[in-house]
């Protein structure tokens, strides 16, 4: 499955709102977004079943953060909104084309995209 490089990486005050996007191709179950600081491992924000819609996200963003996705574009997007410091990660999309339950963790996805760093200044 192709991945296409994600965007919409900014810098943005604490409070405000980014929208990463990531082009997606082929056979797939489920996209996710994940996180990574220096020196941390790689942490699961969400992700999304390609075919119902259905997302899932980790505790640290429900309620502020939002997978959907554009069928047409072929596009997954993250919508980003009362950010904080503490989301200053690079973040990155990632696919699962094994069918079955989708996880939030990074090992159960094949296919990576390149990254974009995300900064929210306080």
């Known amino acids: 499955q192709a991945l296409l490089p994600e965007s919409g990486g900014h810098s943005v005050q604490a409070g405000g709102s980014l929208r990463l996007s990531c082009g997606v191709s082929?056979?797939?179950?489920?996209v996710g977004w994940f996180r990574q600081v220096p020196g941390k491992e790689r942490e699961g924000v969400g992700f999304?079943?390609?075919?119902?819609?259905?997302?899932f996200y980790a505790d640290s963003v429900k309620g502020r953060f939002t997978i959907s996705q554009d069928s047409a574009k072929n596009t997954l997007y993250l919508q980003m909104d009362s950010l904080k410091p503490e989301d200053t990660a690079m973040y990155y999309c990632?696919?699962?084309?094994?069918?079955?339950?989708?996880?939030?963790?990074?090992?159960?996805?094949?296919?990576w995209g390149q990254g974009t760093q995300v900064n929210v200044s306080s």
């Open positions: 082929g056979n797939i179950n489920c």
């Open positions: 990632a696919t699962r084309s094994v069918w079955g339950a989708c996880d939030i963790l990074p090992t159960h996805f094949q296919n």
């Open positions: 999304i079943y390609i075919r119902t819609g259905s997302t």
